[in-house]
Structure formats: C-alpha cells, structure tokens
C-alpha cells in the first residue's frame, strides 16, 4: 500500500508538481543581431567597465518595471529597433536601445523578448547582473492581480534557475549607487524612476517571502 502511494506520488504528483513550476512563456523576440551585440558589448565596457567577448549575463538580480503604455506590441515596437530614437538623456550613455528580457501582459500573459542571459538595458549600473520584467501599466493603468501572479510565477521560475539574490523594483535602484553590485563609469548618470511603486513590490514580496530575496 505505501509503496502504491510512492509510485503515485512520482509518476502522478510529481510531474504536477514540477508543472506548476514552470510558467507559460510566449516567445515574441526583438531583433538580436550583430550591432546589437556589438552595442550591448560597447554598453558594457563604457558604461559598466566589463569587457567581454559575447553580450551575455549572469543573473543574480530581478528588476520589476512598468512600461507606462497600456500594451505589449506598443512595447515591442519601442524595443525592436537597435538603435535608440531620441531620449537625449539616454543616447548619450549610449545609442543602444533600451529593452527588457520579459513583458507581463494585464492578463498575465508572459511574453519573453530576449533570452534570460542575454544583455539588455532596462536599469542603469545594474544591467550587467539583472533580469528585466516588464509589466504592461503605469500610473494610469494600475498593475493587475493577474500581473502580480504572472511575477510571481516568473520569478520562482527564475529563482530556481539562477543564482538569483536581489529582487528589486525599478523605483529602488537608487540604493544600490553606494554599493559594489553598482557599475556605471559615470557617477552622475542616473534617472530618477517611479516605476513600478511600492504597493506592487509590498505585495509581491510578501507572496515570495520564503525565496528569501534581498533588497536594501
Ligand atoms: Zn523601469
């Protein structure tokens, strides 16, 4: 009898169990081609002081952001190209456009952009370390329950797969400017961000508390 429940518990809930684990991803890629790497690496070098030869990271830290538009192929549309169009604050750091590894959809769809190791410019001094999960909303369109879940699931996932110690909201980079974790050549390049709030990051850590993961 005990060795029935045993084998029920491998063969049936096991793999539900591990199911439960693994998140729904939709895989929408923006373009990844030899100038982009070539700026990801040149964002690396000027920018974060890392020279390397592939335009790749090792994870160790979340940052959750919203997009302040209410879509994802809005979003696409503005990470696709390489280069940055405008925003002279940024274009002169570098021509490198901006994007994320991952966009939340307000249903909770989850869309991936780039893969998780691959380099993207979302958070300043912290690119080089950090995952970018995006959430499609902003101050006029409060981030949703479904949205909320949808992190949740994505950053367990993540958790499991890297070495993944920080967890942070984009409105919270700022303290980590005194630290070792931030590499930015410039000391006075920063942009004061508000995304995505304290009441989206209060809630999700407190469904994440036993990840054990570290903000300052
Ligand atoms: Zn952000």
Not at 58 to 78: C, E, I, L, R
Not at 92 to 100: F, G, M
Not at 104 to 111: K, L
Request: charged share 20%; net charge positive; proline share 6%.
């Amino acid at each position: 009898m005990l060795m029935r429940f045993y084998l029920k518990f491998i063969f049936i809930l096991f793999p539900v169990f591990l199911c439960a684990q693994t998140p729904t991803v939709i895989q929408k890629p923006i373009i990844w081609n030899a100038e982009r790497e070539q700026l990801s690496l040149d964002y690396l070098k000027n920018r974060h002081g890392i020279v390397q030869q592939t335009a790749i990271i090792k994870p160790t830290m979340v940052v959750v952001h919203w997009t302040a538009n209410n879509s994802v192929q809005a979003t696409f549309n503005t990470f696709n190209p390489v280069l940055l169009p405008g925003r002279p604050e940024l274009r002169k750091a570098s021509a490198l456009n901006v994007s994320s590894q991952y966009v939340i959809d307000r249903d909770g769809t989850i869309y991936q952009f780039l893969p998780d190791t691959v380099f993207a410019r979302h958070t300043i001094g912290l690119n080089y370390c950090a995952i970018g999960i995006e959430n499609i909303g902003g101050d006029k369109y409060p981030l949703t329950g479904k949205q909320l879940k949808a992190n949740e699931k994505l950053i367990r996932y993540l958790k499991s797969k890297y070495p993944i110690d920080f967890l942070i909201g984009h409105h919270e980079y700022r303290a980590f400017r005194k630290t070792k974790y931030w590499k930015e050549t410039d000391p006075e390049y920063f942009t004061s961000k508000s995304d995505p709030g304290d009441a989206f990051m209060l809630k999700l850590r407190e469904n994440l508390t036993d990840l054990k993961l570290l903000s300052l």
